[in-house]
């Protein structure tokens, strides 16, 4: 009775731990290719100082400071200019260089941002703000 | 007459291919200050996009550069001609930025 209690334990405890590994094993989408402090990474509910050489992933939320500044490029070469005070989620990121199926959806809370878009299809593009979506026309 | 044609073709196929490529770059500000005029503001740089605006659904085309586009919390769009650059921050010019190769992982 015992015995299975502990390996029911074991196995959830296990499983838990898989989920974490797999969790920071996801490709990165892109690099923080400068920062300036303070600028944060935000990974469920995990906080990370943001450094340039930085990888970025998918459902994370970059965050800077006061005098904070980020440019990430991602892996199609859109490039992101983050500015002080922002708060912006990278909400996700799908490659697709020669098909139509890419993606690459932003989610913009607060702040400045200088954006432009990289070598995927126009129509992968979708900038949000809280008040509208902004797409690239094709 | 060859070379005539050839160049013609070269032509043609590199605007298309510029045209293909061309994407948009724009500059966007938030705010989360109720009485900025505001909430989005929206610059465009270069290429062409469009704006739908939650509230209405409305959608607004962005063509010329330099062409400001503000949306108000209550989502009334004015459009406005401002040369000057929305973000008040400067970077740190890329150089040499490699792109990440990756991989498919195989599990065990």
């Known amino acids: ?138 | 007459m060859w070379r005539l044609w050839l160049s013609t073709l070269a032509a043609v196929l590199l605007i298309s291919q510029s045209a293909f490529a061309q994407g948009a770059k724009v500059e966007v500000t938030v705010s989360t200050n109720p009485k900025d005029e505001c909430a989005t503001k929206v610059r465009l740089i270069s290429g062409a996009a469009n704006f739908t605006v939650a509230q209405t659904g409305k959608v607004i085309p962005l063509t010329q550069p330099f062409t400001c586009t503000c949306i108000s919390a209550k989502g009334e769009v004015t459009n406005s001609f401002c040369p000057d650059s929305l973000v008040q921050f400067e970077f740190v010019p890329v150089q040499n930025t490699q792109p990440i190769v990756t991989s498919p992982t195989k599990l065990p």
């Open chain 1, 1 to 138: 009775m015992y015995s299975h209690k502990w390996m029911t334990a074991s196995v959830l405890a296990g499983l838990f731990a898989m989920q974490s590994a797999v969790s920071h094993a996801e490709s990165p989408i892109g690099t923080a290719a400068s920062t300036r402090p303070n600028v944060e990474a935000v990974t469920g509910g995990n906080t990370l100082t943001l450094s340039s050489g930085n990888a970025i992933y998918a459902n994370q939320t970059v965050r800077t400071g006061n005098r904070g500044t980020a440019d990430l490029v991602f892996i199609d070469s859109t490039n992101l200019n983050v500015g002080p005070m922002s708060e912006i989620r990278l909400d996700k990121f799908v490659y697709d260089p020669t098909g139509s199926s890419g993606s690459v959806v932003l989610q913009a809370r607060r702040g400045a941002f200088l954006f432009a878009t990289g070598s995927q299809a126009k129509r992968a593009y979708q900038f949000n703000t809280p008040h509208g979506t902004l797409g690239v026309q094709p």
